[in-house]
């Protein structure tokens, strides 16, 4: 896995990242998984093999975020809501905007942690949208 440098978050390739990208970096534990969930493998009553390959790999992001300001909850919280929780796709870069790629949140909500006053906790799951 590549060095995260700096996440952003953006809902479409027209549009800025600054309104919904925090502030600060997720914690140094984030985890990218590579799934190939879209191969079926069927095993014949003669033992042969066969896999059906319906999509191909598929990335997923799993990022945590601590001491997160009240503005970055913001952020955070208004790109939940644009994207309508698992509904819409929304763009992803783990190395500062280089590159994008689609993904969708794993789950509908997103629940915030008060850690301190304004000070808020996450952790969250995205899937590359394929």
């Known amino acids: 896995m590549a060095v995260i440098t700096e996440v952003r978050f953006r809902p479409d390739s027209s549009t800025s990242h600054a309104n919904y990208s925090p502030s600060r970096n997720p914690d140094m534990n984030v985890a990218e998984t590579t799934k190939y969930d879209g191969i079926t493998v069927s095993q014949s009553y003669g033992g042969k093999i066969y896999t059906n390959e319906r999509y191909g790999k598929q990335l997923e992001y799993e990022l945590s975020y ?11 919280e208004v790109l939940v809501n644009q994207v309508k929780g698992r509904k819409l796709a929304f ?18 909500d997103l629940k915030f942690t008060q850690t ?7 952790s969250f799951n995205i899937r590359q949208e394929i």
């Not at 601590?66 to 955070?76: C, F, G, Q």
Request: net charge negative; hydrophobic share 35%.
């Open 116 to 122: 301190a006053y304004s000070i808020y906790s996450v």
């Open 66 to 76: 601590t001491n997160l300001s009240e503005a970055d909850k913001s952020k955070l």
């Open 91 to 108: 763009q992803f870069s783990a190395d500062g905007g280089s590159s994008y790629i689609d993904v969708r949140f794993t789950a509908n």
